[in-house]
């Protein structure tokens, strides 16, 4: 599925084996935001445009990844609704690269296994042939189970809110509603099937989660890896799900862990205490 060119699988096992993963703690459902494509060309003394080209590579070896680990959702960042605020010639690169990606790349989705669900809000500006694409591609995909792979387009975290908000008002207004609480917003989502996030990587460096998923995200661990989005690949995703199986997911609750004793260490005595006591 990898595209021409792009690097084979490492040798030396599985995912699980490289990443030394254990198979029983992998995380359900994984969020990406992919950033890092201009600098990738620029440092390169390339367009941004061309980079935006190169994450092709690194999405469809990471979604291959996905599968092998047996993820059922992976979602990515792809266009956010503060994007249009970017030149009028990337933003135009950038509508036109995720039409023909679609294109050319749903019907391997399919083959694969993957379902595509398209996420954020499909009214201008958005074109209507894109819109077109993102339907023809999630009817195409509709039935398939092996992961669910949704495109944030078009998307911001407070725009998904407001909107889940503001149907969640009408509703209530006209008596469809006998309340708003957090299942009625929850329920006016996007896609108010898409589960918790277990996981969230952010590539290139920056820390910080850029209105995506403010939701759904809500208790999920962070990962911020300097590795720029056109050089992410299995292994750095098999890497970050291993440092999210290194920490302790607590949702809000908390216990006591004693700290070992040391049996050879001396008995402290109460004169041994006032003596440490600054008072």
């Not at 990443?19 to 995380?27: Q, S, T, V, W």
């Not at 407070?158 to 509603?177: F, N, S, V």
């Not at 989502?189 to 290139?204: A, E, F, G, K, N």
Request: with cysteine; aromatic share 6%; hydrophobic share 40%.
């Amino acid at each position: 599925m990898p595209p021409a060119g792009h690097p084979s699988p490492p040798d030396g096992g599985s995912l699980l084996t490289r990443a030394d993963l254990d198979p029983d703690r992998i995380p359900r459902h994984v969020a990406l935001i992919m950033d890092g494509n201009g600098r990738w060309a620029n440092a390169r003394g390339l367009s941004r445009n061309v980079g935006h080209e190169a994450g092709e590579q690194a999405l469809f070896d990471t979604v291959e990844g996905a599968l092998e680990l047996g993820l059922s959702d992976l979602t990515i960042y792809a266009f956010s609704t503060e994007n249009w605020r970017r030149p009028a010639s990337e933003v135009r690169f950038l509508l036109d690269f995720n039409e023909s990606l679609l294109l050319r790349r749903r019907d391997e989705l399919h083959e694969r296994g993957v379902r595509v669900r398209f996420i954020g809000r499909r009214d201008r500006p958005v074109p209507k042939r894109l819109v077109t694409r993102m339907e023809e591609t999630e009817a195409l995909t509709r039935d398939d189970r092996r992961l669910t792979l949704r495109i944030a387009f078009n998307y911001g975290a407070q725009a998904e809110l407001a909107d889940a908000a503001a149907r969640a008002a009408a509703d209530l207004a006209a008596g469809r509603l006998k309340r708003v609480d957090e299942d009625a917003i929850a329920a006016r989502l996007y896609d108010p099937q898409m589960p918790p996030v277990d996981l969230l990587i952010r590539t290139s460096g920056e820390q910080r989660v850029s209105n995506y998923l403010l939701w759904q995200a809500a208790y999920a661990e962070l990962v911020f890896t300097d590795t720029l989005w056109p050089d992410f690949d299995r292994d750095e995703l098999a890497r970050c799900i291993a440092a999210y199986q290194s920490r302790e997911r607590r949702f809000g609750g908390a216990e006591d862990v004693p700290a070992p004793v040391d049996a050879d260490a001396p008995a402290s005595t109460s004169s041994d205490l006032a003596e440490r006591d600054p008072r």
